[in-house]
């Protein structure tokens, strides 16, 4: 569960899960999420190219090379305020728990690129991948909402039989009956 809730059985699981699902959601569910997404792929699509056309060719005028980085690094900043706060909150909070999770390792290979590219922008050697950053933040966003929209689908389709929880078959001396789960005594054989 979360928060760190333990259940006993995957019913309860899902009980707990039901009880706070709207309390539990996460600002990644929101509803501006397609918008600032379909903005992060437009942004990555052309950092793609012109990063890659920047990385393959050395014969680029010291000038468009310059122009053209520096609108990447725009780019980059923009789709990181657009989806980079649910990446770092999340990481954030499980770093403070003393867990390592993706989100942590995503934050990490951003910074990094982030770093080298910002490095070889100011000297004026290496290559340039401010475009991974722009990737990684769309690439996990994507991921998280896939994930949460298959978790609401798994969680709704469990729903009729999370239903019939409070009954059970118990069986007696002339077969066996349905029943609510408080009538079951110590002693009762429940199938």
Known sequence: GRGGA?????????????????????????????????????????????????????????????????????????????????????????????????????????CGALAASLQAHITGRGKVYFEVVSVLLVVYTLGKLIGERSRAAALAASRPWADRLDMCRLVTGEGTRTAAVTEVRSGDVVE
């Open 6 to 110: 333990n259940y006993c059985c995957f019913g309860c699981l899902q009980l707990g899960e039901a009880a706070c699902a709207t309390a539990c959601s996460t600002p990644v569910a929101n509803s501006a999420i397609g918008f600032r997404l379909g903005v992060g792929v437009l942004v990555v699509g052309q950092s793609m190219v012109f990063g890659l056309a920047l990385n393959l060719h050395n014969d680029v005028p010291p000038a468009a090379r310059a122009l053209t980085q520096w609108l990447l690094l725009a780019g980059t900043v923009l789709v990181a305020a657009l989806l980079g706060g649910p990446l770092v909150r999340s990481a954030w909070t499980e770093l403070r728990r003393g867990r390592l999770t993706i989100e942590a390792l995503f934050l990490l290979t951003m």
